[in-house]
Each structure stands twice: as C-alpha cells, then as structure tokens.
C-alpha cells in the first residue's frame, strides 16, 4: 500500500487564473505511465475520485506532472493544495496509452487544459522522429497552456485566440482547415485532438470532411476507472466502450459525440449544488 506522503506535491506552478500545473511524486505511476493515459486522484478521504490525464512523467525522478483547470468543487480543492502538501491517493496509470495509427506528420490540437494532455504525446512522438506540429487554443491570451514547452518538441505551434489577444484570431478548427489546406499529401496526416467535447466534435467534424484519420480523448464522467461502473460508457462505431479502459484516445470519426454531450450533463444540477455548498 502506497504511503501518503509517496503524492507529495514538489512543484506547484499556476498556469492561468484558473488553471494550475503540478509535478508530484508518484514513483510507481511514474515506472509505467505512457502518453495518453490517465490517473485518479483523491484530494482527501471525503473527496470525489477525480480522473486527470498524466500531462507529463519523468521515470528517473519518479514524478508525475499533472494540469488541472478548476472547474467546480473538488478541481477547486486541488487548485488550493500547496507544495509539500500530498493528495490523498493517486491511481495509475489508467487507460490505454496512445497509439499512432498511421501518421508521418502529426498535428495535435489541444483546447483549454487539453493542451497539457497532449504534450506527452507529441513529445514521445518529436522523441521517435515524427514530424509533430500544434495548434493550441483558448478564450484569451491569459487562459493559453504549455505554449513554450509544445515549442521545444513541434516544427510549429499554431495558437489561436477567440479575442485575437494573441495568434491567430478564431477558433482551432479555423486555423486546422487553413494549414490542412496547405498540405499536399493528406494520406500522412494524422490529427489528435484534446479537449472540450464541443471543440473535438468540431475537429472530428473537418477532418471527416478531408479524410484526415483522426484520434480524440474522450473525458466522459468516470466513478472507478476499472470498467465496471459503467459510468463512462460511450458509443464508438456503434459498439458501446467505456473509456477508463478500451479508450480514453478513440477514432474521432466514429464517437457518437452527441450522445457523449447529453452523459456528461447528467448530473449538473448535483455538481451546481456541492458548489454552492462549498462557496457558503
Ligand atoms: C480521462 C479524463 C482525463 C481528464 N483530464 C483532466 C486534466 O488533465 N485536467 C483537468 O483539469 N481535468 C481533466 N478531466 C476532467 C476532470 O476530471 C473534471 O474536471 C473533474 O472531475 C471535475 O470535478 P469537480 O468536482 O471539480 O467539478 P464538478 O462540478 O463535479 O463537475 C464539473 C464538470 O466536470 C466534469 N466531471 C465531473 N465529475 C467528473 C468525473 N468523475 N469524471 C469526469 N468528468 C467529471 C463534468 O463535465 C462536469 O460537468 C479529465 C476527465 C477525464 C475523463
Ligand atoms: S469509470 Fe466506471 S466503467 Fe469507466
């Protein structure tokens, strides 16, 4: 059994007014992480089990890097956590790693934290000598991830802005057809998309259009990460698979995103009453 102090935090950075990055010491999680993958974290013993993606890991050091936007009350409750502190557990690695399936040059597109997750990937990839390329967006210039570190491991990082407060102005789809538009053999594309589900729908959705095979990390709701609660069922060409273990990468062609969509709002009035519980 793990001791608690094996998650301590030894590095906290803040990345955006709402977005946190930390390094923590998990040395077995750490031994057999690969890019793609996922873990589930405790912050405390009365806390929800909350599944984040291994945005980094260094095996030497033992340490597991993980990116964590705050979006309601337990993502809060890591966000106040300081260096020193532990979480209470950390379960991992969790998931399938990530696959290339076929491309030569690889273009990632993260939104928002999703940036994070895909670093991993494109640096194993920059690290095996495939051509990797990113196209990274968010609201505003303030709210961007990972910018510098997707530089030191991709010919080029493409980053848009809704506002035009930095990069390109548009969405990550808009700057996507412009560069998918440039390129003369598409056959050797392949598109790994990370982030909201509206903005994956949305890639998945062009990249169909140019025949781009594309992969996207599926963040339904996950309970116990095993595959037996079902909470994170999803439809994928047809077929029902739960994320936590037959994903969370799936080929973005075949996800039925819109049922996706509707089983990530199930319990939004639950999640609006623990915050407001939380903020009293
Ligand atoms: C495979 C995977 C990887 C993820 N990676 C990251 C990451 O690297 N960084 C990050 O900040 N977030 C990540 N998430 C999302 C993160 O798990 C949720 O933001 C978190 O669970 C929200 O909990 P909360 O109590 O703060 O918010 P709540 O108020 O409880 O929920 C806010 C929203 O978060 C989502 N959510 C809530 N509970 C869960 C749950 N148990 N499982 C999945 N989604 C949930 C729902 O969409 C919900 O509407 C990932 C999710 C999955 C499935
Ligand atoms: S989280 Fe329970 S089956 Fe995937």
Known sequence: MASKS?????????????TNRFVISAPW???????????IVRVHEEGERIPVTIADFDRQRGTVTVVIQEVGRT?????????????????????????????????GIGGGFGAAA???IV???????????AIIGARTKEFLVLEKELNQVCSQVHVCTDDGSHGFKGFVTDRLKLRL?????????????????PMMRAVASLTGQYKVSTQVSLDPIMIDGTGMCGG??????????????????????EVDFTECM???????????????AQAR
């Open 6 to 18: 094996e998650f301590r935090i030894l590095k906290k950075e803040r990345l955006t007014p709402v």
């Open 29 to 39: 999680v750490a031994r057999a992480a690969a890019p793609g993958q996922f873990v």
């Open 75 to 107: 993502s809060k409750l890591f966000g106040s956590l300081m260096e020193n502190q532990s979480v209470l557990d950390l379960v991992g690695p969790l998931g399938e790693p990530f696959h290339l399936k076929k491309g030569k040059l690889v273009i």
């Open 118 to 120: 895909l670093f991993p």
């Open 123 to 133: 640096r194993i990839l920059n690290e095996s000598k495939t051509a990797t390329e």
């Open 181 to 197: 538009d440039e390129i003369k053999n598409l056959e050797e594309v392949e598109v790994v998309a990370v982030g909201p589900m």
């Open 232 to 253: 994170c069922r999803v439809t994928v060409g047809g077929k029902i698979k739960f994320a936590c273990v037959d994903g969370p990468m799936f080929d973005a062609h």
């Open 262 to 276: 509707r089983r990530n709002k199930m319990y939004v009035k639950e999640e609006a009453a623990s915050n407001a």
